[in-house]
């Protein structure tokens, strides 16, 4: 769990209060694996949505409109769906 929070760069807090408990996110997890299928070598696929991660939150905190943030997002959760 504390890997989890650490590269979510959220705290425990945040997650219980959305999760509940360790076995709920554990569930959570598995059901998104089950659904889960894609073209894309899953190391890649992971390495880049994550720097799409530090880059939005590194836009968040300058002037980046709020508009650009959703797009860059929405692009990289398109390539889920592939």
Same mark, same amino acid.
């Given at each position: 769990?504390?890997?989890?929070?650490?590269?979510?760069?959220?705290?425990?807090?945040? !997650?219980?209060?959305?999760?509940?408990?360790?076995?709920?996110?554990?569930?959570?997890?598995?059901?998104?694996? &089950?659904? @889960? #299928?894609?073209?894309?070598?899953?190391?890649?696929?992971?390495?880049?949505?994550?720097?799409?991660? !530090?880059?939005?939150?590194?836009?968040?905190?300058?002037?980046?409109?709020?508009?650009?943030?959703?797009?860059? &997002?929405? @692009? #990289?959760?398109?390539?889920?769906?592939?």
């Amino acid at each position: 769990m504390s890997d989890l929070v650490e590269h979510m760069g959220i705290h425990f807090r945040s !997650l219980y209060d959305n999760f509940g408990d360790k076995h709920t996110v554990f569930l959570k997890t598995q059901d998104c694996f &089950a659904e @889960f #299928s894609c073209d894309y070598d899953a190391e890649v696929l992971a390495e880049s949505l994550h720097n799409t991660l !530090l880059g939005i939150r590194l836009l968040a905190r300058t002037s980046a409109s709020k508009e650009k943030l959703h797009r860059i &997002a929405d @692009f #990289s959760l398109a390539l889920l769906n592939k």
